[in-house]
């Protein structure tokens, strides 16, 4: 019994054994055959690199949703410095370029020397050219081709491998690898727009060399050029300065950044978030793996308060006038540009923004140089950065100040003679006659006397402290920005004059001279305090922000009130008596009636002012003003420089935004006769 279960055990562990042998066998031609080729690629050296993928910029529509800034797909070139090892990169660096220069392309490349001997500095002696020395390490005094031989000594450009211009193609790209911060985490982008047929020749090289790729990502499309292009403004590659400070929020050298107008003032909504995708390839150049490990995320879209097809109206109407002053007008044939803003009375809304002359959006993206040697800046933004006196327009603000004030009521008489006399040694001049006018009839004829004598009464704290609720000298919170301008002050005249302000300097002040500057929109801010009996509304561009595709609204601009002030003695309506009459004023019967008001079913309130320009005896037009008196829908403000009649304006710009119906007079062959419709 014994000896045959020790049999028994022999053969069991035999079996034991045979099987033991059979899985490990099954096991080996499994490591070797089924998944060698995995643990093969596991013991070649790998590459790792993390991608950036760019978010699509958010669009911008205008108030009835026509879209007028939105993107377009294109093709880049990059570089990635895990896959662009040491040794061969300027070799890579040298084919991509050859293929972009044999297609046509461009590539983005900085230092300032011709591609082809005898090479020259392309920028002329300055701090560019100095700092481009200081970052290739030579004297400021270096020659150009000793630049070249810098270059090639920085980036360790093989002299007896390569030509000179193929130093200097080499050199060019690691110099702005370099500007660009090219890092592990910072691809380098080599060229940012390419043809289908460049990306195809860049994929074929890519085959052979490593560290090069083609991407397709989105660019920045102007749909909409010519239209407030002030309002929308544009987008560029980041600076170094931007880099410097963006780059803790996230940004990238490769991210282009808004510059101005919306595109900046919106960058946080309009960006979106970048993703990122993960690429291993083994040193053979083979991609093992490509995954996407952040998703990105599309900018949010913005939809502004203007309609593009008013505005472009405005625009018109703005540039008809001043070429009829130009071409046709007795007076203010010089005027060269002037801006004009029309907000919803009711909220501060900014309906239209008009400067002229103007530029188109596509041209300076395009050709940045060309708009920016144009006479007359016209990329200057007139209508918030564009700062003139106010002229006669101010008096409406000294008169709600006396009449709040208590110190003038409805029945208060002039006694204008022509001249000022209450001081002896400063005696100014009115322009007429207006003696015993009261405040309504001051207002329609513009008597200086009146508010010269007001103004004295008020004092300059009294009328510098009441100005800057109508926000005089502020910054006014519109989301594109602006200046803040400046209200007349003993501190402000003794500052740019150094000098002691006197009584005199007072009167002038109250009729809107010596140092109160403002820009179109203060007055047009103005107007609509005016318009609401002293509360100001925060202008504001922006009506909304959505989704991408605008199919959600994400949240909606209220308005928002920046300052109530409290009427006393009626004194807003009584203003707005004086500035109704101005506008029956304006309806003289003349040649040039064709303008008037007079077919309008509401009142019109404006104010007009022809303030000195400058110490030169020349004088700008301003007005500013809202309709219909009674209920008012819109409120203005207008600024001719060197010109005369923008009173004209006023009629346009109640058809252009009231009724709808702006039709300059022309004659059978489209040529404008006069800016205003004939009536």
């Known amino acids: 019994m014994n000896r045959v279960s020790v049999i028994i055990r022999r053969i069991f562990l035999i079996f034991l054994i045979f099987a033991c042998v059979f899985l490990c066998t099954v096991r080996l031609i499994s490591l070797q055959i089924v998944e060698g080729e995995q643990y093969l690629s596991q013991t070649e050296i790998s590459y790792t690199a993390t991608q950036e993928i760019i978010a699509t910029r958010g669009q ?51 230092a300032p020397i011709t591609y082809t001997e005898p090479f020259e500095f392309t920028i002329p002696d300055g701090d560019e050219l100095l700092e481009f020395k200081e970052r290739i390490i030579v004297n400021p005094d270096a020659t150009v081709d000793n630049c070249v031989s810098a270059l090639a000594k920085k980036y360790n450009i093989d002299t007896a491998k390569y030509t000179r211009g193929q130093i200097r193609l080499i050199g ?73 400070e963006l780059k803790k929020d996230g940004y990238s050298y490769n991210d282009t950044i808004g510059k101005y107008g919306i595109e900046s003032a919106m960058e946080s909504v309009l960006r979106g978030t970048n993703g990122e995708r993960t690429i291993v390839r083994s040193s053979a150049g083979v991609a093992l793996s490509d995954t996407i490990t952040k998703e990105v995320a599309a900018g949010n879209s913005v939809k502004l ?58 041209q300076s993206v395009e050709d940045y140089a060309s708009v920016l040697a144009m006479p007359g800046s016209p990329m200057l933004n007139r209508c918030t950065n564009g700062v003139y006196r106010p002229g006669s327009a101010f008096k409406t603000i000294t008169a709600a100040d006396g009449l709040i004030n208590g110190l003038i009521d409805r029945n208060t008489r002039c006694t204008c003679t022509g001249r000022y006399t209450f001081y002896a040694d400063y005696q100014p001049k009115c322009t007429g006659y207006h003696y015993g006018y009261n405040v309504v009839n001051c207002l329609k004829w513009s008597c200086n006397i009146f508010f010269y004598d007001l103004g004295r009464r008020l004092g300059i704290d009294e009328l510098y402290g009441f100005a800057s609720k109508f926000g005089y000298g502020t910054d006014l919170g519109l989301e594109i920005g602006g200046l803040p301008g400046q209200m007349s002050n003993p501190a402000l005249y003794e500052k740019l004059r150094g000098e002691q302000w006197d009584s005199g300097n007072t009167l002038q002040a109250a009729i809107g001279q010596m140092d109160t500057l403002v820009t179109p929109l203060h007055l047009a801010v103005q107007a609509l305090t005016l318009a609401n009996n002293g509360v100001r509304y925060k202008p ?90 009674e209920d008012p829908q819109i409120a203005f403000g207008v600024v001719l420089e060197n010109g005369e009649y923008s009173r004209y304006m006023v009629r346009n710009i109640i058809d252009c935004y009231i009724y709808h119906d702006y039709q300059p007079d022309m004659d059978e062959n489209g040529v404008i006769l006069t800016p205003w419709k004939r009536r």
């Open 540 to 629: 504001y561009v922006v009506d909304s922000v959505w989704d991408y595709d605008m199919n959600e609204m994400l949240y909606k601009t209220e308005p928002q009130i920046a300052e109530v002030i409290e009427d006393k003695n009626d004194a807003f309506a009584i203003v707005r008596e004086g500035m109704i009459a101005v506008s029956t004023l304006v309806n003289w019967p003349t040649s040039s009636a064709q303008w008037h008001f007079k077919d309008l079913p509401y009142g019109v309130a404006i104010k007009t002012g022809t303030p000195e320009a400058g110490g030169d005896g020349t004088y700008n037009s301003t007005v500013m003003g809202y309709y219909p008196a």
């Open 60 to 110: 911008i529509f205008d108030s009835k949703g026509l879209t007028m800034t939105t993107n377009r797909a294109v093709y880049k070139i990059i570089l990635q410095k895990a896959f662009l090892l040491p040794s061969t990169q300027n070799d890579v660096i040298l084919r991509v370029v050859e293929t972009l220069r044999n297609k046509g392309e461009e590539w983005n490349d900085s």
């Open 305 to 362: 308060t203007i309609d593009a097809k008013e505005q472009n109206t405005l625009q018109e109407i703005l540039a008809n006038q001043i070429n009829w002053l130009n071409n046709t007008a007795d007076r203010g044939q010089d005027c060269d540009a002037g801006a004009v803003v029309v907000l919803d009375a009711k909220t501060g809304a900014v309906l239209g923004m008009a400067t002229y002359p103007t530029y188109d959006l596509k």
């Open 172 to 244: 060019g790209v690691r110099y702005e690898m370099e500007r660009r911060d090219f890092s592990y985490e910072n691809r380098f982008t080599l060229a940012d727009d390419v043809s289908v047929e460049t990306v195809i020749a860049v994929k074929e090289l890519g085959v052979k060399i490593s560290g090069v790729d083609a991407v397709e990502e989105s660019a920045r499309e102007y749909a909409v050029t010519s239209v407030a292009p002030h309002v929308l403004g544009a987008v560029g590659a980041i600076s170094a300065e931007e880099y410097a």
